[in-house]
Structures are given as structure tokens and as C-alpha cells.
């Protein structure tokens, strides 16, 4: 990969991350930040079940109680971050809600 390839993919990254935030900053205005969490992490519940599945047949060793705590602290740690995120959006512009996530 070139140099040239590899900072417009960067640019094409903070593009679709950027825009992201102003997706969210007008779903804001049609539904609350819980509904829009819950739909998110639906949409991408069901795209990535198929891979877990998959992956779950191949596994030579199957997941641990240990394991499933660790996923579920996991879990709560990124709604609590989405959470956070998405009430934000209703008290502060996009340009210093990104800024924040950035930082």
C-alpha cells in the first residue's frame, strides 16, 4: 500500500466516523438515546450472530463461566460508553461530542 492509499483510507475512516455522529445528532430529534442504542446494538447483533455461531461450532474449547462474566462486564462497559454518548448528544453540539469520544 502506498502512502498516498493508506491517508485516504484514513480520510475515508474519520469521514464515516465523523458522519456517524451527525446520524446519531438527527435520530436524536425522531427518538430517545436508549432507543437508538437498542436498535444499534440489534442491527449489529444480527449481523455478527452468524460469525459467532460459525466460530462457536469450530471452537476446539468451548467458553468458560469465567469467560461469559468477563463478556458481560465487556458489554456493559460499551453501553455504558454508547449511553453516555447518546445523552450527551442532547446537551452538547456534534463537533464537541466528537471531540470528547476522540479524546
Known amino acids: ?4 492509499q493508506a491517508n ?3 480520510l475515508l475512516a474519520a469521514a ?3 458522519g456517524g455522529f451527525v ?5 436524536m430529534k425522531a427518538i430517545g438515546p436508549f ?3 437498542a436498535l444499534r446494538f440489534a442491527v449489529a447483533t444480527l449481523a ?16 468458560s463461566a ?4 468477563l463478556y ?9 460508553g454508547a449511553a453516555t454518548q447518546q445523552v450527551g448528544l442532547q446537551t452538547t453540539t456534534v463537533t464537541n461530542s466528537s471531540f470528547v469520544t476522540g479524546l
Open 35 to 37: 432507543w437508538f442504542i
Open 8 to 10: 485516504l483510507l484514513l
Open 48 to 63: 455478527v450472530l452468524p460469525f459467532v455461531l460459525l466460530e462457536a461450532r469450530k471452537a476446539e474449547v468451548k467458553t
Open 72 to 80: 458481560v462486564l465487556t458489554a456493559l462497559a460499551l453501553f455504558s
Open 66 to 69: 469465567r469467560h461469559a462474566r
Open 23 to 27: 446520524a446519531q445528532s438527527t435520530a
Open 1 to 4: 500500500m502506498t502512502r498516498i
Open 16 to 18: 464515516i466516523w465523523g
